[in-house]
């Protein structure tokens, strides 16, 4: 980690990134991979399965910072990128909107996300993606739910910080709840 500190413009030392995070909130992206069908229909929604440095197993949203003098859609390609493997082939549009802004608190219960190393402000997107993704990094795995599947409690359960609430907004956003 310290060679990608070093030679990254944009990233802090963890350090330093304990301290910023103790004094302003952190900008976000979250990113909900979808396959859609020949009319733009969400037909499948990916989630991570990742292991957190406790031990503990969840599903997981594709999320992660924005650096310094980075684009946000520079940023989300990246984090796509770095979960789904080089060739997911994300479809961005030119000016990416996205369809909530979730913050997240050290305090549990002042907005349904929580993060209990920071304040964050994430700004959450639905990227339909069309390649072979293989998880990568931190990621163990990827798996294709439909959206009455991924809207179940079960997988709802099994997300942590608020991101099962996130899906459920993004897949409402679609037209995808029932």
């Known amino acids: ?19 910023v995070r103790g004094r302003m909130p952190i900008l976000y992206v979250d990113a909900v991979p979808v396959r859609v069908d020949e009319t733009g ?8 399965l ?17 650096l310094y003098h980075e684009r946000i859609r520079d940023a989300l390609l990246r984090h796509l990128e770095k979960d789904l493997g ?17 913050e997240y608190f050290p ?3 002042v907005t349904p996300y929580h993060d209990p190393r920071q304040h964050a402000v ?8 069309r390649g072979d993704c293989r998880p990568r990094q931190d990621a163990l795995d990827l798996v294709w739910f439909t959206p009455e599947e991924a809207a179940l409690p079960m997988v709802q359960q099994e997300m ?18 029932s």
């Open 1 to 19: 980690m310290t060679e990608i500190t070093e030679t990254m413009p944009g990233w802090l030392a963890p350090e330093e990134l304990e301290s």
């Open 41 to 48: 229909s969400v037909t499948r929604v990916g989630l991570l």
């Open 50 to 66: 990742r292991i957190a440095p406790d031990g503990t197993v969840s599903r997981a949203l594709v999320s992660g910072r924005v």
């Open 86 to 102: 080089p060739v997911a082939l994300p479809s961005l549009p030119v000016s990416p909107q996205p369809f909530t802004v979730a």
């Open 107 to 109: 305090t549990p219960g």
């Open 122 to 129: 994430s700004m959450a997107y639905i990227v339909p993606v």
């Open 160 to 177: 942590t910080g608020g991101q099962g609430t996130l899906l459920k907004q993004a897949l409402a956003y679609v037209g995808r709840l």
